[in-house]
């Protein structure tokens, strides 16, 4: 199994830039696919991107192409998602989530095992 901690989240005005990390600890970093999600208040949790083991398949929620991007760092045994041009929709709490399992990330929350605690992203207009 692994333990995973989001980081980066804060207050952004609309237009800006975050990175989120997500680090992961237990087993072997590598061998899991990875996803992120958010969830807005009052809301379900949604698939924003996806990134396979060795990084070579991305995926990404059908309004989040062109101003997300997932990478990962298996040296560092980290996920991030950079995201440009920021707006208010995208607030809520962003999560990421890892599988041994997927030979391909996957859009569906039950498609992963493994949940981090969350970071919360606010984007001020």
């Known amino acids: 199994q692994v333990h995973l901690v989001e980081s980066g989240g804060g207050l952004v005005q609309s237009g800006g830039s975050l990175r989120l990390s997500c680090s992961s600890s237990?087993?072997?970093?590598?061998?899991?696919?990875m996803g992120w999600f958010r969830q807005a208040p009052g809301k379900e949790r949604d698939f924003v991107a996806g990134?396979?083991?060795?990084?070579?398949?991305?995926y990404y929620g059908r309004s989040e192409k062109g101003r997300f991007t997932i990478s990962r760092d298996n040296a560092k045994n980290t996920v991030y998602l950079q995201i440009d041009n920021l707006k208010t929709d995208d607030t809520g709490v962003y999560y990421c989530?890892?599988?041994?399992?997927?030979?391909?990330?996957?859009?569906?929350?039950?498609?992963?095992?493994?949940w981090g605690q969350g970071t919360q992203v606010t984007v001020s207009s």
């Open positions: 990134i396979s083991w060795n990084g070579g398949i991305t």
């Open positions: 989530a890892a599988d041994r399992t997927l030979a391909h990330p996957a859009p569906e929350v039950y498609e992963y095992e493994y």
């Open positions: 237990g087993d072997t970093f590598s061998s899991y696919a």
